[in-house]
């Protein structure tokens, strides 16, 4: 029998956390095969949000063979 341990995934977000507020924001998503953004995103792992104001936070959930990591990006 093989026992087969895929690694966990390491989730990053990146782009311009140092906008004016009611700016839109392009952020990335890294790390995983799979992504669902909070805050109406959508499942790519570019995501566009409109009329950001300072006490958005979007969060990536990321899944790779069937592991899971959140990633956390604050946009002052």
């Known amino acids: 029998m093989v026992i087969v341990v895929n690694p966990n995934p390491t989730a990053n977000i990146s782009g311009d956390n140092q906008i004016c507020s009611g700016d839109n924001v392009t952020l990335n998503a890294t790390g995983g095969s799979g992504y669902v953004w909070s805050n109406g995103g959508g499942t790519n792992p570019t995501a566009t949000f ?5 006490t958005n936070i979007q969060r990536s959930y990321r899944c790779a063979n069937g592991c899971t990591d959140d990633a956390t990006f604050t946009v002052n």
């Open 50 to 54: 409109n009329n950001v104001t300072s």
